[in-house]
């Protein structure tokens, strides 16, 4: 026991006497903290003094909340002496330093992180990540982009970002949510389409016209394909010469395949036309069982 301590009191002799430079990073406990600056022992001759300005880049940082006496903080030697005989640090510094690792190994990684919201600016919002002032574009906060005047909606919201562009030398941080609302997007669709049986007949709108068929939206987020050979009996040059955007149409489920619908219109030609109650799903002629989507996926717990 008393070896363990005539060892930590070498050390801390050895720690006295070392050699302090500009840009040397050092380790210190808060015991005192006044509205402009923090006090640390640095188990050094002299005392470290951290100037308010020097402790975070973050707006919302406040001096009485965020640090507490007894707190281990390292900083940076901006100067050995701050004329008073301390030295003077900077946290600000240390954890740009120390943070563009953490940052970099994050996106080395390609992992999620959280991050809060702080404010709204012009074409995105800000959040910092490790203390570093970080941009999401409007096209990155949400699976649609975000138009100027809902971006104040987003702020004091918790994230889940992606980091898609780390600059330590241009200080640039760019993140992104889009990714994991997509992923958790996908993975909602794919168990939706789980439900989903071959022979379906189901109503939807007409979402888009394209060269080889028309996509229809079949609502909770599930569209599906009409193949243009799909759409009618009759050969067609183009789904618009039948079709038009935005307009209901019924079809019917005729494969599921990697968790994309193909659908048929023309499947259902010659088949009677049935309406649709709360009370009762009729069976049309065929066999084929019409139903909302929305009713199917509601008794699959969606």
Known sequence: ?????????QDEIERSFRKVKEGDILEGTVIDISETEITLDLKYYTQGVIKVS???????????????????????????????????????????????????????????????????????????LEGIRGFIPASKLDLQFVEED????????????????????????????????KEQADARRAEMISNIEVGLVTEGVVESLQNYGAFVNL?????????????CNQRIAHPSSVLKVGQKVKVKVIAIKDGKLSLSMKALEEIAATEITEEKIEFESDGDATTSLGDLLKKAGF
């Not at 569209?223 to 050979?229: A, D, K, M, P, Q």
């Open 219 to 231: 609502g909770n987020g599930m569209t599906g394909l009409v193949h243009i050979s799909q759409i």
């Open 54 to 128: 020097d402790m975070s880049d973050d707006p919302k940082f406040s001096i009485h909340r965020d640090v507490k006496i007894g707190d281990e903080i390292s900083a940076t030697v901006i100067s050995t002496d701050d004329g008073n005989g301390n030295i003077l640090l900077s946290k600000k510094e240390a954890n740009q330093l120390i943070a563009w690792d953490k940052i970099k190994e994050i996106a080395d990684t390609d992992a999620y992180v959280d991050v809060k919201v702080s404010e709204a600016v012009k074409s995105g919002c800000v959040a910092f």
């Open 150 to 181: 809902k971006l104040p909606e987003y702020v004091g919201k918790v994230l889940k970002v992606k980091v898609i562009t780390a600059d330590k030398d241009a200080n640039k941080l760019v993140l992104s949510a889009r990714e994991y609302l």
């Open 1 to 9: 026991m008393a070896e363990e301590t005539m060892n930590d009191f």
